[in-house]
């Protein structure tokens, strides 16, 4: 009995030791794969172990294996293949099986903080710490019925390790048909009010809660969607969709809606070439820069100025940028036509107010212009044909989908207006100008693009018979778009700009000469834009720039001249900034952007600066030495913080109060002594005895929406102060001149204001209401009363009115035919005007005012326009739109400027104007 037991034990024990044995050996067994389908992989497994695999075909990743592995523990082996997918896997040990799975995790039983929860709905506003994991999301698919249904995307991989209640959603937008990337595209959590937008490469990122949610997308010309997520960890979800030409209205209201009330930048615009389609304006030329003059706080000296006056700053103190290089005259033949192909052009961002921290070197205000990007997926052109100038812009696919070309012409034939003029004089004039614009745009794939953008433009005038003006301006940019992360996208910038202007002198004498100024500036910036999280979202870089400068030279034109070459040295100098900005959502209704940018400047040799005795005016009499510098030496440094803080608090989802306060500093000046700005005005930069123009602003504002975004309407006011703006002695000579420094004063400046403005999107009648009243003043003081003017008190800037009144309308009498009009009102500029004479030894002289004491007669002008569309089938060679236009249809005769001359001992009072008679014009617009 005892040998049997014994015996039945060790043969027990022998079974148990050969199985140990069999599965050591089998488990031990190594597998090594080359290039091996997942299917193989998965196969292979099977018939090595007695294991059986459960899945869907579909599920599968496309990738290869590679490498060698041990069955040693298969939750290692699968957790190694499967670690790059979205794939998950559960072992049943007791039946032998594995099923895998996608993107979630079964759960064999529910973790302890999971019971006791009564509202497993979880809101965007919920504030998860490390002490409380949230527990696992569980989720039903709500039953909507839509017109359209999809899948819910799946994004990311649970992890047990790593349950959260919110997870980092990224990914890009772009459109179905053209497979361009959707801008501003809006993306609401459905139920909620976490929305982003998307920036000008479709990218988005934002912070969504776990589990089952529906994204509402909608945009300009694109059809509203809702799509559902499904959120198991961080991950990607990129989006095709519809243009939505019917719905288009709607779209712009709910887009323009969140820009308006929710943003935190105050004096905030955007204008899109589309808008200035049905404004009429001189000679039927669309003017995207003319119509930014409607809006609040902006104007211009008057009306053929060049340049814009943004919040009581002067001309200089805009930046003016094109696909991020800078355009020193955005404009053609005086400021009446703008130097940008309409058709060419998408949009001008214009920042007057809380100006973003990777902009810097001007006070006032930045002009953003965009170029539109080629159509990559078919040939499309678009142009126009008007009493004056004429206009076309092709877009070119180089590679299907993924590459575009976009080429844009414009040019003027003007003369053969001013040779059929009364005028013997204007009979012999000329006007002309012609500019060109190429950029090409180029997709490597979701993350990464470039685009280059060329631009040239030249204008020749000649008033009189004796002398040819001409001015040019050259630019070129390349930008290399990169998404680093899902949180982190960069930006690297590179841009070069030149203009130049010129004057041939061909006079009866033996005057006749050749006259020339260049400026040209090279920039660098890398850019980057990270969001941390729902909370946070940052801004933040390096910026550099070299200027050139030639002050001017002069040459004899012909050997019979008797004007001899002169020619000032060169000036030379760099500008840097680093910058940081953060967006702060510290909740709901609150939201602040805080930035601080440090800004560095250098003026470098060679060449050379003089010294001033201390305490003396300065003049050729109190000169205290002339230093030499060498090539590259430093002259002088310059800078320092500029902040930049604004805030916005939501009052109702439809009404919100903004303020923000920011200071800037500003290193180039422009050297002008005329009432408006010129072709010819130079460019200074600051030096040994010219210091930078600095400068703070504040603004507060109130923001509403009415009857469903129907209607926006602001109410913003701002208070600006300036120190170092420069104006001109009285009978300066500011051109070829060594010594500049003794012709200009530098003193302060200060401009308040408030604008109002009324604005209706949509419905047979939209357009907006504009008013400012702003006041713009200077002060130069000093104990000499050479460096004074008008005694050391404030006067009015040469551009100050105190108001300006802007109607924008257009009615639209059917699908095809519009009317539209522009009403333009404003206070009369300021002007000097003499009030007395005197004769001494002989002669008689004239006594002026205190400077700008006076002013012209007030300007008002009504324009009037009618718009005929072409049919609108869709099978047709090109589609077209003709407009009729009259400008200035009163007929008011609104000075340009007031001068004076003596005749016969008796001072006389002129005034020029620029259209003192209606001027009718007709366009004929085509594109296909």
């Avoid at 099977?46 to 899945?55: A, D, G, L, R």
């Avoid at 440094?637 to 200071?663: C, D, F, H, M, W």
């Amino acid at each position: 009995m005892r040998i049997t037991t014994f015996l039945a034990t060790a043969l027990i024990w022998c079974c148990i030791l050969v199985c140990n044995l069999a599965n050591a050996q089998k488990s031990t067994e190594t597998v090594t794969f080359e290039n091996t389908p997942f299917y193989d992989v998965l196969t292979t497994v099977e018939s090595k172990t007695s294991y059986k695999f459960f899945y869907s075909k579909d599920w599968l990743p496309e990738n290869l294996v590679s490498g060698t592995y041990t069955l040693t523990s298969l939750d290692e082996f699968l957790s190694q293949i499967l670690d790059e997918t979205t794939l998950n896997y559960f072992i049943r040990e007791e039946e032998g099986r594995i099923f895998l799975l996608q993107n979630s995790i079964v759960y064999d039983e529910l973790p302890a903080q999971f019971f006791g929860i009564t509202d497993t709905v979880q809101t965007v506003n919920r504030v998860v710490t490390n002490t409380n994991i949230p527990p696992p999301s569980f989720y039903d698919v709500p039953n909507q019925q839509q017109q359209k249904k999809y899948l819910p995307v799946k994004v990311g991989k649970s992890d047990k390790n790593n349950l959260k209640s919110f997870y980092q959603l990224s990914g890009s937008v772009v459109n179905a048909r053209t497979k361009e990337p959707i801008q501003d595209l809006a993306i609401r959590i459905q139920g909620s009010n976490n929305v982003t937008v998307t920036n000008v490469n479709g990218i988005y990122a934002m912070e969504i809660p776990a589990g089952y949610n529906s994204l509402e997308l909608t945009a300009m010309g694109i059809e509203s969607a809702v799509r559902p997520v499904i959120m198991f960890n961080d991950g990607v979800a990129n989006f095709e969709l519809n243009e939505g030409l019917q719905e288009l209205d709607e779209v712009i209201v709910a887009a323009d809606a969140i820009s308006n009330v929710e943003d935190t930048q105050t004096g905030a615009e955007q204008i899109t070439s589309e808008e200035a389609k049905d404004i009429p304006l001189v000679l039927g030329e669309r003017n995207i820069l003319e119509v930014a003059k409607a809006l609040p706080g902006i104007s211009s000296a008057g009306e053929g100025a060049t340049g814009l006056n943004v919040r009581g700053g002067k001309t200089d103190q805009n930046l003016v940028l094109l696909d991020d290089a800078v355009i020193y005259n955005p404009t053609h033949f005086f400021g009446i036509f703008q130097a940008l192909n309409p058709f060419t052009t998408e949009r001008v961002n214009i920042y007057k107010g809380s100006i973003p921290v990777e902009f810097g070197g001007r006070l006032s205000s930045v002009l953003d212009i965009e170029t539109k990007n080629g159509n990559n997926k078919k040939f499309a052109a678009e142009g126009s044909i008007g009493p004056v100038t004429g206009n076309l812009a092709l877009e070119i696919p180089v590679k299907k989908d993924t590459s575009a070309l976009i080429v844009g012409a414009r040019g003027a034939y003007a003369d053969w207006i001013l040779n059929s003029l009364d005028d013997e004089d204007l009979k012999n004039s000329s006007a002309s100008f012609f500019d060109g614009i190429v950029k090409y745009n180029h997709r490597f794939n979701e993350n990464s693009d470039i685009k280059f953008t060329g631009y040239y433009s030249r204008d020749g005038f000649s008033i009189t018979s004796d002398s040819l003006y001409n001015y040019t301006n050259r630019l070129f940019s390349l930008k290399w778009n990169h998404q680093h992360s899902e949180k982190t996208r960069g930006v690297l910038d590179l841009a070069n700009s030149d203009y130049q202007f010129g004057i041939d002198f061909d006079g009866e004498g033996n005057r006749d000469f050749e006259l020339d100024y260049a400026i040209n500036e090279t920039a660098l910036q890398y850019l980057l834009k990270t969001n941390l999280n729902e909370k946070h979202r940052l801004t933040y870089g390096i910026s550099s720039k070299f200027y050139s400068v030639n002050p001017g030279s002069i040459a004899p034109k012909g050997a019979e001249s008797d004007i001899e070459n002169f020619a000032i040295p060169d000036e030379q100098a760099v500008e840097g900034a680093v910058f940081l900005g953060d967006e702060i959502a510290l909740s709901d209704k609150l939201t602040i952007d805080l930035g601080v940018r440090y800004a560095f400047y250098a003026a470098l040799g060679s060449g050379t600066q003089r010294t001033y005795e201390e305490g003396l005016p300065r003049n050729e009499t109190t000169v205290n030495d002339t230093i030499s510098y060498n090539s590259g030496e430093l002259i002088e440094t310059y800078g320092g913080p500029e902040g930049r803080i604004s805030a916005r608090y939501l009052l109702k989802p439809n009404l919100s109060v903004k303020a923000s306060l920011q200071n800037s500093y500003q290193f180039l000046h422009t050297l002008s002594n005329n009432t408006t700005i010129s072709p010819i005005d130079t460019w200074k930069l600051s030096d040994l005895n010219l210091k930078p123009q600095t400068g703070y602003q504040a603004s507060l504002g109130l923001f509403k929406n009415l009857n469903e975004n129907m209607f926006e309407l602001s109410l913003e006011g701002y208070y600006k102060r300036m120190q170092n703006v420069l104006d001109f002695k009285t009978g300066a000579n500011l051109f070829l001149n060594e010594n500049v420094e003794t012709e200009v004063l530098q003193g302060d400046g200060k401009a308040y204001g408030v604008e109002f403005l009324l604005k209706k999107n949509r419905g047979d009648l939209n357009g907006w209401l504009s008013y400012t009243y702003s006041r713009s003043f200077y002060r130069f003081d000093s104990e000499f009363s050479e460096e004074r003017i008008n005694d050391g008190s404030y006067f009015p800037s040469n551009f100050d009115k105190p108001h300006d009144i802007s109607l924008i309308a257009n009615y639209k009498l059917t699908r095809r035919f519009s009317f539209s009009m522009n009403f333009a009102y404003q206070t009369g500029r300021p002007v000097t005007y003499p009030v007395g004479t005197f004769r001494l030894n002989n002669a008689d002289f004239v006594v002026f005012s205190d400077r700008n004491e006076f002013r012209i007669p007030d300007y008002y002008r009504l324009d009037l326009g009618f718009n005929v569309e072409g049919n609108h089938k869709k099978k047709k060679l090109a589609h077209s739109f003709i407009t009729f236009q009259v400008y200035n249809v009163l007929g008011r005769n609104n000075p340009y400027s007031v001068f004076f001359v003596t005749e016969d001992g008796e001072v006389k009072a002129l005034q020029s104007s620029i259209f003192a008679v209606p001027v009718p014009s007709i366009t004929y617009n085509f594109k296909f």
